[in-house]
């Protein structure tokens, strides 16, 4: 009972957090709606008994990735954090196909055994005996996972380039 | 609901929290008091027992500071983000007081609870520092919601010197649980039960040194305050907070000094053990908090002693000389583990002999290396 409780608490958070966190046009806020996201997400690996996973969670993407990402905003001229250029949404119904094709193929390996059995067998927590899970039900996950990642290493790149203006002449210092 | 957990998560909880708030108001008045004899000064020493004239050397001195903080009025600048300035100095302080729950402290009324104890968690070292690197985010949250230029220098720093600094303090832990095999802090503190403690080895030694100066940064403590240097940047992060927002700042600053020490002592200082704990089993708190003040009070000799480094020789020391002493300290420890394994006296003595010579040399070539980068530095304006 009180699992459920927890459960609903932190999957409330975690959905809040990201949908603030695609939603706010202020970066730095996006970015802190992001961590909120990944602290949510690191409650209910806890809540799984999976608590190496959770800290590393914390470690990696909160303590790691958020002041990567601060430091990045750091560096670019909107230090301000305000953002009022419209975002460019051409295409937006292809982008929804494709989130909703990948999130499927996310969802395979568990697809598959969709009558869950109605107690989880007990699982021994091993480096190899996950290894051995990555290449055996979610291979697909996995490369579908390393593609998605490609992808967005090339839009970060394609829009860190922006669009080729004209060069002005550089004015004296 | 289950009450009866939540009763017992209660009194784990609640009285760690009330004792290291009142080592915190003790500890303040304790440094005020340490800085003033280093400067040649008396002190606090009038605040005591209200309407007479004891003075009690002027331990009325934090509850007096406390009651002028709760009634100081609550400034926030106009274009400040006034949500991130309100969250700031709650997120500085969570964390803090979140980690103090992962040092093996065992206390009398909490040996019926072992069971719920987060420090015998098997990850219980990763824990504390996943959750220590969020002070960082508090700092730039700080800097940046005050929308003021010195505020952002100061998270900007803090977050550049954070970064650099908990590569270090993670390396030289890693030393320690290399040794002992285990990520919980119970079993690293039992390790070194009687007098077995790893600084008094010359691997556990350095890496107890670099570990202590970069947590001497981790926490903005002199020589390296420079997110708050107050004669560049005003008072860095929070020049634009007042009252009880700075108070919880003051709060989470200490709390999280507490919480490294306390870390440090369970890593390198053996913990809870000392003399007397056959007889005493509760001593072991008594010993714990001990090497905790102990610590502290080195923290506030440095900060009486040591004037404030450089931007710059702040990041050379981090990545030039602590990284990689830290790391040729885990290869040397590597090695003396596995000379410890073959238990004769000849082989440790070797063992010891060459890693303290390996040590020491590389620290100086460091220092030598590092010498020719420390030019005298040219003033463009000032000549």
């Known amino acids: 009972m009180s699992e459920e409780i927890a459960f609903w608490i932190l999957a409330t958070i975690a959905v809040l957090g990201a949908l603030v966190a695609v939603r706010k046009r202020n970066l730095i806020h996006g970015v802190f709606a992001l961590l909120v996201f990944f602290a949510g997400l690191s409650g209910l690996f806890l809540l799984l008994l999976a608590e190496f996973i959770a800290a590393v969670q914390v470690l990696v993407y909160i303590g790691a ?16 954090g305000d953002d009022g250029r419209r975002m460019v949404s051409r295409g937006w119904f292809w982008g929804l196909v494709m989130a909703a094709a990948v999130f499927v193929v996310l969802l395979l390996p568990a697809i598959q055994q969709w009558p869950s059995p109605e ?23 996995l490369e579908v996972l390393a593609l998605l990642l490609t992808a967005a290493l090339i839009g970060a790149v394609t829009a860190a380039q922006g669009v080729r203006m004209p060069k002005e002449e550089d004015s004296p210092e | 609901m289950n009450f009866e957990l939540l009763i017992d998560i209660l009194i784990a909880t609640v009285p760690l929290m009330l004792i290291f708030a009142t080592l915190f108001a003790f500890t303040t008045w304790l440094e005020r008091k340490a800085l003033a004899r280093i400067q040649n000064r008396i002190g606090p020493n009038k605040v005591g027992i209200p309407c007479t004239r004891i003075g009690l050397f002027g331990l009325g001195q934090p509850a007096a500071d406390g009651i002028k903080m709760l009634f100081k009025e609550d400034i926030v600048p106009r274009g400040a983000d006034r949500l991130f300035h309100l969250l700031a100095p709650i997120l500085a302080l969570i964390p803090a007081m979140l980690v103090l729950c992962f040092l093996p402290l065992e206390f009398p009324w909490t040996k019926s609870l072992l069971p719920i104890q987060a420090f015998l968690l098997d990850g219980a070292v990763i824990f504390f520092f996943a959750i220590t690197g969020l002070n960082t985010l508090a700092v730039f949250m700080a800097g940046w919601a005050s929308r003021n230029k010195y505020s952002l220098l100061g998270g900007m720093r803090a977050v550049a010197q954070m970064v650099s600094y908990e590569i270090p303090l993670v390396l030289s832990a890693v030393i320690v649980v290399m040794m002992v095999g285990s990520l919980n802090a119970a079993e690293i503190a039992d390790a070194q039960k009687g007098f077995d403690w790893f600084v008094l080895s010359p691997w556990g030694f350095t890496a107890f ?10 926490t903005n403590r002199s020589p390296f305050d ?7 940047i005003i008072a860095g992060y929070f020049t634009e907070y007042s009252g009880f927002k700075f108070a919880l700042f003051f709060l989470g600053e200490y709390i999280a ?27 072991s708190v008594v010993w714990f908090i001990a090497k905790i003040f102990a610590l502290i009070a080195v923290m506030i000799w440095l900060r009486g002693t040591l004037p404030r480094l450089r931007v710059d020789q702040l990041m050379g020391f981090a990545w030039r000389f602590m990284l990689p002493l830290s790391i040729l300290n885990i290869l040397v ?13 000849i082989i440790t003595v070797i063992t010891w002999v060459a890693s303290l010579a390996i040590l020491y040399g590389t620290a100086s070539g460091l220092n030598q290396l590092n010498r020719g980068n420390t030019r005298p530095r040219k003033y463009k304006y000032a000549e």
């Open chain 2, 226 to 232: 420079l997110p708050e240097a107050e004669s560049e």
């Open chain 1, 119 to 141: 107690t989880a067998q007990p699982i021994k927590p091993s480096v190899e005996e996950l290894g051995h899970k990555l290449m055996n039900p979610y291979v697909v996950t």
């Open chain 2, 209 to 218: 040194v670099i570990f202590f100066i970069s947590a001497l940064a981790e």
């Open chain 1, 65 to 80: 990735v958020g002041v990567l990402l601060l430091f990045a905003i750091m560096l670019t001229e909107r230090v301000a």
């Open chain 2, 333 to 345: 420890a590597g090695f003396a583990w596995h000379a410890q394994q073959q238990d004769s006296t």
């Open chain 2, 257 to 283: 000094m507490f919480a490294i020490s306390g870390l440090a002592v369970t890593l390198f200082l053996g913990g809870g053990d000392g003399p007397g704990l056959a007889a005493a089993p509760w001593l």
